[in-house]
């Protein structure tokens, strides 16, 4: 099974920050890695899939990079909606994965 | 755009079977482009995929190990839905449930709102 591990856990930034948060999985994964941004009392929605390839409505201030065993997401200009949850999964190996989140809070 | 309705008991005492239904618009739950999937999330275990089931000119269902011999996903094609079983339930199973939609095997791009279920007497 492929281990995802994120990094931070928690991370404390400022409107108008820019943020990395750090995927690593078990295995080569290619470049099949989704981001997903989840808020309180809602499921994740889909910010990044491919890696790199960012979602249909989501601000070009989130980005992706990365293959096969260690990915980033990146937000530039930290907006306040963007206060929330990050998650790493991984689809392409059985059984799918996720990564522990990255709780972003405001500094 | 794909909309998932979940319905289904926020409360379920323990040994019985948890059941909760995700009704589908926007796609045929036959589709041979998606797979729909059952999710868990709670505090101890983070999001955990279950299970999934898919038509691919015959129906695959897959399980997770940790639910393995306890899960039934059922495909509905008469009411375009599918469902999700889970027997001999304990407070461990305690979680948000949610099922999802896997577009061509890439992404996640639909989920249900999201079901409490709490094991309790």
């Known amino acids: 099974d492929i281990q995802l591990t994120q990094s931070p856990s928690f991370l404390s930034a400022s409107v108008g920050d820019r943020v990395t948060i750090t995927c690593r999985a078990s295995?080569?994964?290619?470049?099949?890695l989704l981001w997903s941004q989840q808020k309180p009392g809602r499921p994740p929605k889909l910010l990044i899939y491919?890696?790199?390839t960012l979602q249909s409505g989501v601000p070009s201030r989130f980005s992706g990079s990365g293959s096969g065993t260690e990915f980033t997401l990146t937000i530039n200009s930290l907006q306040p909606e963007d206060f929330a949850t990050y998650y790493c999964?991984?689809?392409?190996?059985?059984?799918?994965?996720f990564g522990q989140g990255t709780k972003l809070e405001i500094k | 755009q794909v909309q998932l309705q979940q319905s289904g008991p926020g409360l379920v005492q323990p040994s019985q079977t948890l059941s909760l239904t995700c009704a589908i618009s926007?796609?045929?739950?036959?589709?041979?482009?998606?797979?729909w999937y059952w999710i868990r999330q709670s505090p101890s275990r983070g999001l955990e995929w279950l299970g999934r089931?898919?038509?691919?000119?015959?129906?695959?269902?897959d399980y997770a190990v940790s639910v393995r011999g306890r899960m039934t996903m059922n495909p509905d094609t008469s009411k375009n839905q599918f469902s999700l079983q889970l027997t001999s339930v304990t407070p461990g199973d305690t979680a948000v449930y949610y099922c999802?939609?896997?577009?061509?095997?890439?992404?996640?791009?639909?989920w249900g709102q999201g079901t409490l279920v709490t094991v309790s007497s």
């Open positions: 999964q991984q689809l392409n190996n059985f059984p799918p994965s």
């Open positions: 295995q080569g994964i290619a470049s099949y």
């Open positions: 089931t898919y038509y691919r000119s015959k129906w695959y269902t």
């Open positions: 491919a890696a790199s």
């Open positions: 926007g796609d045929s739950v036959s589709s041979n482009s998606a797979a």
């Open positions: 999802a939609r896997v577009h061509s095997g890439i992404y996640y791009d639909s």
